[in-house]
Structure formats: C-alpha cells, structure tokens
C-alpha cells in the first residue's frame, strides 16, 4: 500500500531502512507549520522586572512598583520591526520570575500593582493592538517555570497539591470571566494557575499565533509535573492557527547563537503518543534527521525504538545584545550588521525561522542602537533580495538524458534557470516544494560560462530555504543538481541575487 503524505507517520521495529526513508519522504508540514515558516523573521521582546533591576532572572520576590516604564511606546516597537521586515512578535508576557506584563485576575504580582498608568497598564495590549493595526502576528511567551509561585507565602508550583478536576476558566470573585468555553481538566494548583493564565492570553488578547512554552528552570529540584498535554489540548481548541514551540509544532535548534546545523532536517523520530503534542528530543545533538540517525533511533534497544516521524521544523533564537533584557551598560556591544546577515544566513538560510530579540529599555522604547542596527538590516534586505531579477527567467526540470551531470543514484534530478539576458549575482537561493516533503540530501549548483558548466556551490538540505553564497559573477544560465535524496524531490524555486556585502 502507498504511503500517503501526512504530518506525523507512524513507525513498526520491521521497518527496513528503504521503508524508513520512504516514510520520511512522506512527512510534510502542516498549514499552521507552513504559515510561520514563512514568516522567515520573527522578533522576541524580552522586556519586564529585569529590566528595571538590570538582572537576566529575576527572583520571584521583587516589588511589583519597580516596573515603571516612563515612555512605553508599543507603536515604536512596531514600526521599527515592520520596516526591518519581520512579520511577527512575541512578547515575554510572563518570564521566569512570574511578573506579569497584563493584569491576570488569577495573581496579584503583575502590572495592576505597578505605578505604570496608575496600575492600569497592560503591556500586551498595548503590543496586540500596535501590531494589529500594523498587520503583524503576536505571539506570547508564558515561563512554564514561575519563582514567585515557588517563593512566595502560598506560592502554588510544587506545593504538593492533589491534581483534582477543575473548570477552566476559573471562577474569580469580584472578577468578569474570560469569554470562551469552558473546559475541565484534572490538574494540580499550579497547572490550574497556568491554564487560566494562557486562557485569558489566547481569549483577551486573540488572535495569538505562537506560543513559547520555554523549558529553562531557574530550580528544577523543585518538583512540579507539567501537564503538558492539557496545555496543548487549550491552545488547539482557542487557538487552532498558533503554533507552539517546544510543542507538537516547532522545535528549539539547541543553541542560541543564532546558527541552525549546516544539516538542518525538518523531519525527526519521536517515541510516545503523536497525539499527546510531546516531542521530545536531544536538541544538542549535532545531527538531527539524517538517514543514519533515523535509523539509530529505529532501532534504539535501551527503551524501545521511535514511535513515529513527525514535521519539527527549527526556530534559531537569539538575542540582538549579549543579554536577552536591556542592560545600558550593553549598549556599545549590540551586535553589527554583518554579524546579523551571518545570523541571517545561518539560520533563514538553513532551513529555520529567525527568532530575533530586542529589548525595550527602561523607557519602554528601543534604544536607538538598536533601532539603527534594525533599520541596517531591513535596508540591506530590502536592496539584496528586491523583486524583479528572479522572475525574469523559466525554471525548467532537465530529463536524465538532458544533463550531462547528473549522478547515478537515485532521485538525482536537475533543474535549469534560465534568464533572457546574462546578470550579475553572488546569491543562489534555493526552495523545495514542502508539499512533497523534504527529501533532498546533497546538491551542487553551476552556472554556465558560454562553453562549459562551471561549479559554484555544493551543499546538503535546502528543505524550506537555502542560501548559498558564491563568487561574484555574470551568467544566465544556472544548474542545480541533486545527487542524492530520499525520494524524487520536487523544486520551488532557484533565484539570484546580489548581495551587496560580499
């Protein structure tokens, strides 16, 4: 029986290492996973207590009247944005120490008890209705771990409560309920405080298109089961287009020096239920996805091979300063723009999405380095990848016979650009038809020089986008060959560009 494309593919131990690869061929991203890779560019707002007592974890224990920004300006923070060509924010609504950046009815360490607009600010509305206007997605980080919920009197995370059915929302005295349905759920004190949390995100301040479940924990001897599985079930029913990370959706690349592998799969093994959302992995591991460590984890005998396949495309996170808050003392170290087009490269370059953070200072407003270093950025994005060039010319499949190059394996394939007049470029850009699946696992592209095929790039995945940079030079004609793959693959796009920092 054919293997019918899906977004989760189940696996047998009987599976040959032929049936495996076939089955990874076969695993595609699904509509709301195919939408935020799009996005390509995605900025982070770390912004909260720390930035008012210049620490990168807070405590838990801080005065709630610290957060006092004297000029919030959420229109500044997008229209910078959007003018650097990021198409989405997500915003530390809660961090780790469990100050939150909206009036939650469910804690009183939150912005009511800040001097900020008389205890009548929110900053998440503040940003939902900016971006809103702007037409910019929002996406809302929610710290699964909480130190005041672990350091306060009656703080509820691992306080030893019995997991009992629950209505969420839950009722609050004296409080308007969230509008929605309700659901019930049998959880503990501390997973019904983060479900009507993320309740009140996804119904007060909707549309929210990703959600940032970050696993870091400033105390992990503390004990505390997160019911990781109800998260996921209230996320899918109010929010059917998020996607979230650390989630059934997107996945963490395992650093945040802003670099995705130069081998970059979006197709990983997982053992469990596909249907509970987890996934998890090593994401450290320097190989993720490849036809040998498919096949390791296959055949993994210390507890049981992997269950299924599943689409787990990378987000490459990493901050615009060497902090993720804004520290004045940081000013002079935001990053330049040629490490932000390598950044760019090695991450919307490699198939993953760019997860950018830029901190608001204490002001509320970013910096003007840093608005600097965006508007650089955007500009140069702007001139490099302009419209006009690439579709001036035909994309054309070459049969085996017509390609005097191709490899004898199999799958090889090769595609023709061809342009009606030679142009300069020093950017190849190259994309595979997702709807297919990513199935391409070596590669070389040439150009042609009036006599002969000339090599000017070789690599591994293109997956959803590859960027490849070569030495300047003036053809109208260029090859992309594939030499192997896991199956026959299908081309969206090969493009040129110069780009004017090389």
């Given amino acids: ?6 977004n989760v593919i189940s696996l047998s131990p009987s599976d040959t290492r032929e049936i495996l690869l076939e089955k990874a061929a076969h695993v595609i991203p699904g509509p709301r996973q195919l939408a935020w890779q799009s996005l390509e560019l995605t900025a982070f707002i770390h912004f909260g207590i720390n930035t008012f007592t210049g620490r990168e974890w807070g405590t838990g224990l801080e005065d ?11 229109r500044q923070w997008v229209s910078v944005l959007k003018d650097a060509g990021f198409k ?7 961090h780790h120490d469990g100050f939150c950046l909206w009036p939650s009815r469910y804690t009183d360490f939150s912005v009511r008890r800040s001097p900020w607009q008389s205890g009548r600010g929110d900053v998440l509305r503040e940003l939902t209705s900016a971006a809103s206007q702007a037409g910019l997605r929002v996406g809302v980080y929610l710290s699964p771990a909480d130190l005041h919920e672990m350091e306060a009197p009656g703080g509820r995370y691992g306080n030893g409560s019995q997991p009992v059915p629950s209505i969420i929302p839950t009722p609050v005295p004296g409080q308007p309920p969230p509008s ?15 479900l009507n949390q993320l309740y009140e995100l996804l119904t007060d301040y909707g549309p929210i298109h990703e959600i940032w479940f970050d696993g870091a924990n400033p105390k992990p001897g ?8 109800d998260w996921f079930t209230l996320v899918r029913a109010l929010a059917p287009d998020a996607v979230m990370f650390q989630g059934p959706d997107i996945r963490w690349v395992g650093n945040e020096n802003g670099f995705a592998r130069e081998t970059e799969w979006s197709v990983l093994p997982f053992k469990g239920d596909p249907a509970s959302g987890l996934r998890e992995l090593n994401a450290l591991a320097p190989d993720l996805g490849s036809d040998e460590s498919l096949a390791q984890a296959l055949a993994c005998e210390d507890n049981g091979g992997a269950d299924y396949l599943a689409w787990s495309p990378a987000e490459v996170d990493v901050s615009i300063r060497p902090g993720w808050f804004y520290h004045a003392e940081e000013d002079a170290q935001v990053k330049s723009l040629a490490d932000l087009l390598h950044i ?9 999405l760019l997860l950018l953070n830029v901190p608001p200072d204490r002001r509320g407003r970013f910096a003007d380095v840093d608005v600097q270093r965006l508007g650089e950025l955007g500009a140069h994005l702007q001139r490099t990848f302009r419209p006009g060039l690439p579709q001036s010319g035909r994309l ?3 049969d085996p ?20 007049t030679p142009i300069v470029f020093d950017l190849v850009v190259l994309q595979e038809a997702l709807s297919t699946g990513q199935r391409i696992k070596t590669f070389a592209v040439d150009a042609w020089d009036g006599k002969a095929w000339q090599p000017i790039a070789a690599g591994t995945t293109i997956g959803y986008k590859r960027l490849l940079h070569v030495a300047r030079q003036q053809a109208a004609r260029v090859r992309l060959r594939v030499l192997t793959a896991r199956a026959a693959p299908s081309l969206a796009a090969i493009q040129l560009f110069n780009d004017e920092s090389t």
């Avoid at 016979?401 to 342009?419: G, H, Q, V």
């Fill in 344 to 352: 760019y490269d090695c991450s919307v370059g490699r198939n993953a």
């Fill in 222 to 229: 503390i004990p505390e089961t997160y019911n990781y599985a």
């Fill in 401 to 420: 016979p017509a390609s005097d190059s191709l490899e004898d394996t199999p799958f090889a394939a090769a595609w023709l650009l061809e342009l009606p």
């Fill in 88 to 94: 989405q924010v997500v915003l530390t609504a809660k």
């Fill in 1 to 6: 029986m054919p293997i019918q494309f899906s």
């Fill in 396 to 398: 054309l499949r070459l």
């Fill in 180 to 194: 929605g349905p309700a659901f019930t759920f049998t959880v503990d004190d501390y997973n019904r405080y983060y």
């Fill in 64 to 74: 709630p009247s610290l957060f006092n920004p004297t000029d919030l300006d959420a």
